[in-house]
């Protein structure tokens, strides 16, 4: 807003990020929506994900946010998915194999953002072959 930068801001950014994602998946997790295991599982695709976009930055190559799941595309999710889930407790819906909605969604991130992390992580790879001394 003040229209400056700095590589402060820049840290403070991505921590405060990554406190708010364990935070809010944290919390999902442990509700009585969802089975904890898949929760831990979502929050470790979730924080693979951006820990490879950031490391990517970190060498020298530009901030990565590429793949699959990105962080708005989980924000949405994450808004979204509580106020369906009420929404089919309510009218007493029955989901499929016995997971709940939130469980499905968290079970996305986890194998959507492990996979995010891998397509980071060669993408990375990929720009170290062009630039061998990671300049």
């Known amino acids: 807003m003040a229209n400056k930068a700095s590589k402060r801001g820049d840290f403070l950014d991505h921590a405060i990020d990554r406190y708010a994602d364990v935070f809010m998946v944290g919390g999902l997790a442990l509700s009585s929506w969802c089975d904890v295991r898949i929760g831990l599982l979502a929050i ?3 924080l693979l994900t951006s820990y490879m976009g950031t490391q990517a ?3 020298g190559y530009k901030r990565d946010y590429s793949g699959l799941l990105g ?3 989980r924000l949405v999710l994450l808004m979204i998915t509580p106020l ?3 929404i089919i407790l309510h009218y ?3 989901m499929p ?3 709940s909605l939130l469980e499905w969604v968290l079970i996305y991130f986890a194998v ?3 996979i995010t992390a891998v397509q980071r992580f060669y993408s990375t790879l990929e720009w170290f072959k062009a630039n061998p001394k990671g300049k």
Do not use: K, S, T
Request: charged share 10%; aromatic share 14%.
């Open 44 to 46: 470790v695709g979730m």
């Open 57 to 59: 930055q970190a060498i």
């Open 71 to 73: 962080r708005a595309d």
């Open 84 to 86: 369906i889930q009420h």
């Open 92 to 94: 007493n819906f029955q």
């Open 97 to 99: 194999w016995g997971f």
């Open 112 to 114: 959507m953002g492990n």
